[in-house]
């Protein structure tokens, strides 16, 4: 911060984004297995909420951002730091900084990443650069447009979101059809999975609507769309298709109790016994049924089949619902 002068009060993602993904950068090469969220936890606890298999990247970086954003409570990075709540300060100026960083460098490749990166250091030390000057650094070296990057990650909420909606088997290539369900044409990176490996992954660059590749066929497990987690996707329960089968887009279900954090990996179910009590149906037990922890836009039920001591039959309760959070609009939040 000595020698690169920024404003940290008009930029501060300039300052503190920065050096928090140099520190994701280092805490992933020298403590690759620390997770600083869950080491002090209980083994049973992580155990129990599945959380053993989360990064520290996706603990501490990811979730603070995911949560604001899910309930369009999130704020851009290009702002002023008097301007930021409370908890936003932290999850956007830090973390979703560092992971957005991290982001570009997977795109650009870290070689390339660290050229442009080390050309804004001899530029600009001792002196007192700003968001512009970085951009055209990196648009100068890399030769290419940023603009998903820096006008609309790094100046607005937009979100960013792809989805695999279908695939074919044509000779010796799949063809795979993908679609920008997001606000941000950024790039997207695909997969084949076998065996729990990522094969022949591919950066496609970003657009609109749908576009349709072809992808070498080696007989594939399945599809993924950032296997590895590069992305800043605010959804991700969307990114896998099998490659055979006849439900290629459903998951395996995952019955969790309690709950956990959202695996595209899966379809999860999550339980809980409970209890109720009311002058008809007297003492009533069961278990509870959801598929929402934490609040996010999107189809959420929840389903408590109950016992009734009372009139000796089953009993229950079911709520379903949509919700959809609004950042922009008049209307914040609308249930149906």
């Given at each position: 911060?000595?020698?690169?002068?920024?404003?940290?009060?008009?930029?501060?993602?300039?300052?503190?984004?920065?050096?928090?993904?140099?520190?994701?950068?280092?805490?992933?090469?020298?403590?690759?297995?620390?997770?600083?969220?869950?080491?002090?936890?209980?083994?049973?606890?992580?155990?129990?909420?599945?959380?053993?298999?989360?990064?520290?990247?996706?603990?501490?970086?990811?979730?603070?951002?995911?949560?604001?954003?899910?309930?369009?409570?999130?704020?851009?990075?290009?702002?002023?730091?008097?301007?930021?709540?409370?908890?936003?300060?932290?999850?956007?100026?830090?973390s979703k900084t560092a992971i957005v960083f991290d982001y570009l460098m997977a795109?650009?490749?870290?070689?390339?990443?660290?050229?442009?990166?080390?050309?804004?250091?001899?530029?600009?030390?001792?002196?007192?650069?700003?968001?512009?000057?970085?951009?055209?650094?990196?648009?100068?070296?890399?030769?290419?447009?940023?603009?998903?990057?820096?006008?609309?990650?790094?100046?607005?909420?937009?979100?960013?979101?792809?989805?695999?909606?279908?695939?074919?088997?044509?000779?010796?290539?799949?063809?795979?059809?993908?679609?920008?369900?997001?606000?941000?044409?950024g790039p997207v990176i695909i997969s084949g999975i076998k065996n729990r490996k990522?094969?022949?992954?591919?950066?496609?660059?970003?657009?609109?609507?749908?576009?349709?590749?072809?992808?070498?066929?080696?007989?594939?497990?399945?599809?993924?769309?950032?296997?590895?987690?590069?992305?800043?996707?605010?959804?991700?329960?969307?990114?896998?298709?099998?490659?055979?089968?006849?439900?290629?887009?459903?998951?395996?279900?995952?019955?969790?109790?309690?709950?956990?954090?959202?695996?595209?990996?899966?379809?999860?179910?999550?339980?809980?016994?409970?209890?109720?009590?009311?002058?008809?149906?007297?003492?009533?037990?069961?278990?509870?049924?959801?598929?929402?922890?934490?609040?996010?836009?999107?189809?959420?039920?929840?389903?408590?089949?109950?016992?009734?001591?009372?009139?000796?039959?089953?009993?229950?309760?079911?709520?379903?619902?949509?919700?959809?959070?609004?950042?922009?609009?008049?209307?914040?939040?609308?249930?149906?």
């Open positions: 911060y000595g020698m690169l002068g920024s404003n940290e009060r008009t930029h501060p993602w300039m300052d503190e984004g920065l050096n928090s993904h140099n520190e994701l950068r280092y805490m992933r090469q020298k403590y690759p297995e620390l997770n600083m969220f869950t080491e002090d936890l209980p083994n049973f606890i992580t155990t129990t909420l599945n959380l053993n298999k989360y990064t520290q990247k996706q603990m501490v970086g990811e979730l603070g951002y995911f949560m604001n954003a899910w309930v369009a409570k999130d704020q851009p990075i290009e702002l002023h730091s008097a301007n930021y709540t409370e908890m936003n300060y932290w999850s956007i100026v830090y795109y650009l490749g870290e070689d390339l990443y660290d050229q442009c990166m080390q050309e804004y250091f001899q530029r600009w030390k001792f002196k007192h650069p700003g968001p512009k000057d970085l951009r055209i650094i990196f648009e100068e070296i890399t030769k290419e447009d940023l603009s998903w990057f820096f006008d609309d990650i790094i100046k607005t909420t937009k979100q960013l979101d792809y989805a695999i909606t279908d695939i074919e088997k044509n000779g010796d290539e799949l063809l795979i059809t993908l679609k920008n369900k997001g606000d941000i044409e990522s094969i022949s992954p591919l950066w496609i660059n970003g657009f609109q609507g749908e576009k349709t590749i072809s992808y070498t066929n080696q007989d594939y497990d399945h599809i993924t769309i950032d296997y590895n987690g590069d992305m800043p996707e605010i959804n991700r329960n969307n990114n896998i298709i099998k490659t055979n089968g006849i439900f290629k887009k459903i998951e395996p279900l995952k019955f969790q109790v309690l709950g956990s954090l959202y695996d595209p990996e899966k379809t999860q179910i999550f339980f809980w016994p409970t209890t109720n009590y009311n002058i008809y149906n007297k003492h009533s037990f069961g278990i509870k049924f959801y598929n929402r922890v934490l609040p996010k836009s999107g189809f959420s039920y929840s389903l408590s089949p109950l016992y009734s001591s009372g009139t000796k039959d089953i009993k229950g309760e079911m709520n379903l619902k949509y919700s959809r959070y609004n950042q922009e609009g008049s209307i914040h939040r609308c249930i149906i």
